[in-house]
């Protein structure tokens, strides 16, 4: 299972969330996503469990909890979708390709 984590403290490494969802069981990959400029944390990031049973337990006890002075958000990762409404890019109408040339 894919969990979505938000609300990450900025200064967390994935060893760190490695070790806290250890605790729940085998951990796959972890992943904290970072600016591609700066390389800095944007404060989210995703864990993946093999077993759901364990990821269900992880998310449960873990939602809410204080890590480093910040409750994180721990939740089921909603699956990629092509249009998730609100996209970047791609003409929505208006005037947006005032610049091509017909």
Avoid: C, H, W
Avoid at 87 to 95: H, M, N, T, V, W
Wanted: no cysteine; proline share 1%.
């Amino acid at each position: 299972m894919n969990i979505y984590l938000g609300n990450l403290p900025y200064n967390i490494n994935e060893d760190e969330l490695m070790e806290l969802f250890e605790e729940y069981g085998t951990v796959s990959s972890v992943k904290v996503i970072t600016d591609k400029f700066s390389g800095k944390s944007k404060g989210f990031g995703f864990v993946e469990m093999a077993d759901d049973a364990e990821a269900k337990k992880a998310i449960e006890e873990l939602n809410g909890t204080e890590v480093k002075g910040r409750n994180i958000s721990v939740n089921q990762a909603r699956e990629k979708t092509e249009d998730r409404g609100g996209s970047r890019g791609g003409d929505r109408g208006g005037d947006r390709g005032r610049n091509f040339r017909r």
